[in-house]
């Protein structure tokens, strides 16, 4: 890859262009002119096509519409890698809070009787119709989450997952407890950390925008059983965890986990 | 037999949207602005949930205008539930909103629109010729950020402003900090102002029968918030009263409704705030106004431009006067408890691109109902004349040529696609 320009292309499904946003609003953008050639990004670029070859394909959005099922397929026909950039992407969005609902429901709600040429479908991630080769969480990913993976790529290696709570960093930063000093239902305990526990820092309860941390080991932690000793019920937590985790499989085991846990 | 010209995608708009030129022997038969992206459902979703939790999820509509929603569905939450904030709290979310209207205008201008101007595909690539313009849209847009992420704890989904007040509020020191970089910032916001005085506004699209709508702002000075919304005909009404005005209906070829006044479209954003509101602007601003007063036509969407060029320049002196406040003040109690009563209540405020209106029903601690409108959906029948009165004057030119002068109307508009597809009503 010395001799070439490295081939980005970023991609929007269904979303908020939030990821793309937080990309473009990265000063060290400009740095990246002299090392990638931008084969797609429509929200910045008119000279864009999802038709050519990348090296490194980001995906923003949830998969809503027919036409996205078949552009992603497309994508990871003409891409290296596929990286799934924010919570729908990754998780399916806020737009899957109402999983439970039936979309034709939703859509006479929305929409009446009125004629509408285009056909929808339920919000889904994108791993769910492609292999996706890395995830960047959170709505939206930080900053150093882009330049870490992007970074990464450029000198040939691989980033890592992060596989701790959000607590971890809040505890470092000092803040006091959310859950256990305030009683709040703060998600922290069970979020995925990257974020240096932004919105405890500000007193404010996570809501779990990282999505649910992967790695059972930390399901099991004190200060998530925090949330039964509070009073908590398991549908309150369950509810506020779906906000951003709708498509995850273990989501209500692993929190059967923790409810069920010392009983 | 004619082949449709279309742009399938357009390119630097938030969201994703398309224009379609339909021909007939009678020259433009038929333009449609498709709106591809798929449906979110915000209102339908957010319905029996519990209100703190509905308030996290509605700014995810969009990221350009994040604050704009959160301290949007914020008022009619508040007016629901029967909680008033303290004035010094209300001018802090002022303030944060500001840093929200910065952000989007430096980037739109900057990003969006003048590479057009300019004859580029995008604004990276403007880099070698045009520095100094890249730079200022950074710096411009990073003040907007910064505002943001202090006060607002990030700059896309801002989660520090809750029910009662903020989380926690920014140190003195903070404040100092900003109000510090917003005065160093001022003259490139004058500097926009006098860039996008020079760019033409397209005749073609002059239209003597474009009504602006936009908020009578609280206080009597220009601003954001308010509680009745003027119309450039001279008629006002109670933001209680808005379905009675702003009435919608579903298109066809549109994930999206488009909005009528009067049975008529009409516009929202930065030109229809200083159509209607020109007289309460104050400072430099005022000055700038005067200055190019013949510019800022109402029969001309491109005027938008230099509208949001001037609100650079306005908000920023506007944000400064307000850190000032703060600090007279200083200390604040940065919350007050509230009580989740039942209730109603309808916010309309001035989002970047216009006006954008909450109506959220409050039962036993969850949303029992919820209305929302954004001002792309208002804005996206009138959009479509003026890309249709673009295409009957050039129909007949190179398609690429009336494909980029089409684009140029929509992007006047600053739409955000993603804001409009959420849509409506239970």
């Known amino acids: 890859?010395?001799?070439?320009?490295?081939?980005?292309?970023?991609?929007?499904?269904?979303?908020?262009?939030?990821?793309?946003?937080?990309?473009?609003?990265?000063?060290e953008i400009l740095q990246l002119i002299d090392k990638a050639k931008i084969e797609c990004w429509y929200m910045l670029n008119r000279n864009s096509s999802e038709e050519r070859e990348v090296d490194i394909a980001f995906i923003?959005?949830?998969?809503?519409?027919?036409?996205?099922?078949?552009?992603?397929?497309?994508?990871?026909?003409?891409?290296?890698?596929?990286?799934?950039?924010?919570?729908?992407?990754?998780?399916?969005?806020?737009?899957?809070?109402?999983?439970?609902?039936?979309?034709?429901?939703?859509?006479?709600?929305?929409?009446?009787?009125?004629?509408?040429?285009?056909?929808?479908?339920?919000?889904?991630p994108v791993?769910?119709?492609?292999?996706?080769?890395?995830?960047?969480?959170?709505?939206?990913?930080?900053?150093?989450?882009?330049?870490?993976?992007?970074?990464?790529?450029?000198?040939?290696?691989?980033?890592?997952?992060?596989d701790y709570p959000v607590c971890v960093e809040c505890r470092l930063r000092g803040n006091s407890c959310i859950l256990i000093e305030k009683g709040e239902p703060c998600l922290g305990p069970v979020t995925v950390a990257g974020c240096d526990a932004r919105c405890?820092?500000?007193?404010?309860?996570?809501?779990?925008?990282?999505?649910?941390?992967?790695?059972?080991?930390?399901?099991?932690?004190?200060?998530?059983?925090?949330?039964?000793?509070?009073?908590?019920?398991?549908?309150?937590?369950?509810?506020?965890?779906?906000?951003?985790?709708?498509?995850?499989?273990?989501?209500e085991e692993m929190v059967n986990k923790i409810f069920e846990e010392g009983e | 037999m004619y082949i449709p010209i279309t742009v399938d995608h357009i390119a630097r708009v938030e969201g994703k949207g398309g224009?379609?030129?339909?021909?007939?022997?009678?020259?433009?038969?038929?333009?449609?602005?498709?709106?591809?992206?798929?449906?979110?459902?915000?209102?339908?979703?957010?319905?029996?949930?519990?209100?703190?939790?509905?308030?996290?999820?509605?700014p995810r509509i969009c990221s350009f205008c994040s604050a704009a929603h959160k301290l949007t569905a914020l008022e009619a939450a508040e007016k629901a539930i029967g909680f008033t904030p303290r004035e010094e709290i209300q001018k802090l979310r002022e303030l944060l909103y500001i840093g929200d209207m910065i952000e989007s205008h430096a980037l739109h201008l900057y990003l969006l629109v003048l590479p057009d101007y300019l004859g580029y595909p995008d604004p990276l690539s403007m880099v070698d010729r045009y520095k100094r313009e890249i730079e200022y849209a950074m710096k411009l847009k990073n003040i907007g950020s910064k505002i943001m992420d202090v006060l607002g704890s990030r700059a896309i989904h801002q989660e520090n402003a809750v029910l009662g007040g903020f989380g926690k509020l920014p140190s003195r020191a903070q404040f100092e900090e900003l109000r510090k970089e917003l005065k160093e910032i001022l003259p490139l916001a004058e500097y926009t102002v006098e860039l996008f005085a020079k760019l033409e506004q397209f005749r073609e699209v002059e239209d003597k029968e474009n009504v602006h709508m936009a908020i009578k702002p609280r206080g009597g000075i220009y601003g954001i918030y308010g509680d009745y919304v003027k119309v450039s005909d001279g008629f006002e009404f109670p933001v209680e009263n808005y379905?009675?005005?702003?009435?919608?209906?579903?298109?066809?070829?549109?994930?999206?409704?488009?909005?009528?006044?009067?049975?008529?479209?009409?516009?929202?954003?930065?030109?229809?705030?200083?159509?209607?509101n020109a007289d309460l602007l104050y400072g430099k601003a005022k000055a700038l106004y005067e200055r190019y007063r013949d510019l800022f036509r109402y029969d001309n969407c491109f005027a938008n431009n230099l509208a949001q060029a001037l609100e650079l320049v306005y908000f920023t002196e506007k944000a400064i006067d307000i850190i000032d406040e703060t600090l007279a003040r200083w200390p604040i109690r940065e919350r007050d408890a509230v009580e989740i009563k039942d209730g109603f209540g309808v916010s309309i405020t001035e989002a970047p691109r216009g006006l954008l209106v909450y109506a959220l029903e409050v039962k036993n601690g969850r949303v029992s109902y919820a209305d929302i409108i954004t001002p792309t959906a208002m804005n996206l029948a009138i959009m479509e004349r003026h890309v249709r009165m673009m295409a009957e004057k050039h129909y007949q030119d190179d398609p690429d040529r009336l494909k980029l002068l089409s684009e140029m109307v929509v992007r006047a508009f600053d739409p955000c696609i993603s804001c409009s597809v959420h849509v409506v009503k239970l």
Request: aromatic letters at 12%; hydrophobic letters at 40%.
């Open chain 1, 127 to 162: 791993e769910k119709f492609i292999k996706v080769d890395y995830k960047l969480y959170g709505c939206p990913p930080e900053k150093r989450d882009f330049l870490y993976a992007l970074g990464t790529f450029l000198v040939g290696s691989w980033p890592e997952d992060i």
């Open chain 1, 200 to 251: 405890p820092a500000y007193s404010v309860a996570c809501i779990g925008c990282r999505g649910a941390v992967g790695y059972d080991v930390a399901w099991f932690d004190s200060l998530a059983r925090e949330f039964k000793k509070k009073g908590f019920t398991k549908e309150e937590i369950l509810d506020r965890m779906r906000i951003f985790n709708a498509h995850n499989p273990k989501l």
């Open chain 1, 1 to 27: 890859m010395e001799n070439r320009k490295i081939r980005i292309g970023f991609y929007a499904l269904t979303s908020c262009y939030g990821c793309q946003l937080q990309f473009a609003m990265m000063d």
């Open chain 2, 19 to 58: 224009i379609e030129i339909v021909m007939g022997d009678e020259g433009v038969k038929e333009v449609k602005l498709n709106i591809i992206e798929g449906p979110r459902f915000f209102e339908a979703i957010t319905i029996g949930k519990k209100l703190d939790e509905a308030l996290a999820v509605y």
């Open chain 1, 60 to 124: 923003e959005g949830s998969v809503s519409t027919k036409e996205e099922v078949e552009l992603v397929k497309k994508i990871r026909e003409k891409a290296k890698i596929v990286v799934a950039v924010g919570s729908c992407a990754v998780h399916g969005g806020v737009q899957s809070w109402g999983k439970e609902k039936e979309l034709e429901q939703l859509w006479k709600t929305v929409y009446g009787d009125g004629k509408v040429k285009f056909e929808p479908k339920m919000a889904e």
């Open chain 2, 243 to 276: 379905k009675e005005w702003i009435v919608e209906r579903v298109v066809e070829h549109s994930f999206a409704k488009h909005s009528f006044y009067k049975e008529k479209p009409f516009m929202v954003g930065a030109i229809s705030r200083i159509v209607n």
